[in-house]
Nanobody
Framework: QVQLVESGGNLVQPGGSLRLSCAAS????????MYWVRQAPGKGLEWVSH????????NYADSVKGRFTISRDNTKNTVYLQMNSLKPEDTAVYYC?????????WGKGTLVTVSS
């Protein structure tokens, strides 16, 4: 049974930092491209970042570029999202997504709230 479990979401003040984790089980995460996707209250899904199966390629949405860093540790089957200089508009549920060709797995999300 494949599971993606996100953690690390919390309430943080503007300008603060958080690190999200996505622990994968039931699959060889090292074969999958991994994505972070978020959904702000009342809005649709927004792609945030992705990383290639071996970590050699990363990409970011313009809205987070320079503030967020995606990484992975394939020995731990875990993907991370380091989020710095957080803004209120970063408030959202953050989902982890694993993709391999036509295969898609999703976690249940972790809530990040940026507010003073």
């Amino acid at each position: 049974q494949v599971q993606l479990v996100e953690s690390g979401g919390n309430l943080v003040q503007p300008g603060g930092s958080l690190r999200l984790s996505c622990a994968a089980s039931g699959l060889m995460a090292s074969s999958y491209w991994m994505y972070w996707v978020r959904q702000a209250p009342g809005k649709g899904l927004e792609w945030v970042s992705h990383i290639s199966f071996n970590g050699g390629s990363t990409n970011y949405a313009d809205s987070v570029k320079g503030r967020f860093t995606i990484s992975r540790d394939n020995t731990k089957n875990t993907v991370y999202l380091q989020m710095n200089s957080l803004k209120p508009e970063d408030t959202a549920v953050y989902y982890c997504n694993a993709r391999l060709y036509g295969i898609n797995y999703w976690g249940k999300g972790t809530l990040v709230t940026v507010s003073s």
